[in-house]
């Protein structure tokens, strides 16, 4: 577990990503309910998922009122936009922030070599669009999207995204736990 304040000091150390901005987004997640507010005179500590989730809305750009809306797809996108139902196969990650869980886990207690995989992946937040890409060292791709969405074709005339490179990735979540 690490402190909001250590995460958000982290995430602008590692990634770039301005803490005044940050304050403001992780605020508002606090208020829906969805990171953890801590205690009156207690730091709220978030743990590898909270980060991944914090560091995807961060990453996707919102407007500070569609911060929340932006938090929840993430928890919602399927990769290629698949419905999953019950009895599909568990070695398909059932939303993209559990794709980024897993990635954080094996970071942390993962073997040398799947940490180095890690490290040359690249992972694109789309901001006009849900829409999370992580592009991987054997050059495939995994998008993904919300469900029942194309995940093979542009929702904009134009596609903008925050990248966020594994080395960095790595060193946040190493960084933090």
């Given at each position: 577990?690490?402190?909001l304040?250590?995460?958000?000091?982290?995430i602008?150390?590692?990634?770039?990503?301005?803490?005044?901005?940050?304050?403001?987004?992780?605020?508002?997640?606090?208020?829906?309910?969805?990171?953890?507010?801590?205690?009156?005179?207690?730091?709220?500590?978030?743990?590898?998922?909270?980060?991944?989730?914090?560091?995807?809305?961060?990453?996707?750009?919102?407007?500070?009122?569609?911060?929340?809306?932006?938090?929840?797809?993430?928890?919602?996108?399927?990769?290629?936009?698949?419905?999953?139902?019950?009895?599909?196969?568990?070695?398909?990650?059932?939303?993209?922030?559990?794709?980024?869980?897993?990635?954080?886990?094996?970071?942390?207690?993962?073997?040398?070599?799947?940490?180095?995989?890690?490290?040359?992946h690249?992972?694109?937040?789309?901001?006009?669009?849900?829409?999370?890409?992580?592009?991987?060292?054997?050059?495939?791709?995994?998008?993904?999207?919300?469900?029942?969405?194309?995940?093979s074709?542009?929702?904009?005339?134009?596609?903008?995204?925050?990248?966020?490179?594994?080395?960095?990735?790595?060193?946040?979540?190493?960084?933090?736990?």
């Amino acid at each position: 577990m690490a402190t909001l304040n250590a995460v958000l000091d982290s995430i602008q150390t590692h990634i770039g990503f301005p803490r005044s901005r940050s304050s403001g987004i992780a605020r508002r997640l606090q208020e829906a309910g969805i990171l953890p507010s801590g205690a009156p005179g207690v730091a709220p500590e978030l743990d590898q998922r909270d980060t991944c989730l914090l560091l995807a809305t961060l990453m996707s750009a919102p407007k500070l009122h569609e911060a929340v809306d932006h938090a929840r797809a993430y928890a919602a996108m399927t990769p290629g936009g698949a419905v999953l139902s019950d009895d599909a196969p568990e070695s398909i990650p059932r939303s993209a922030l559990d794709y980024l869980e897993i990635k954080s886990e094996i970071i942390v207690g993962g073997e040398p070599d799947a940490v180095a995989d890690v490290r040359d992946h690249r992972f694109e937040f789309v901001h006009g669009w849900r829409e999370m890409s992580a592009h991987t060292p054997e050059n495939s791709v995994t998008r993904f999207v919300l469900p029942g969405a194309l995940a093979s074709h542009q929702q904009a005339p134009h596609r903008v995204a925050g990248v966020v490179r594994g080395e960095a990735f790595v060193n946040l979540i190493k960084d933090l736990f």
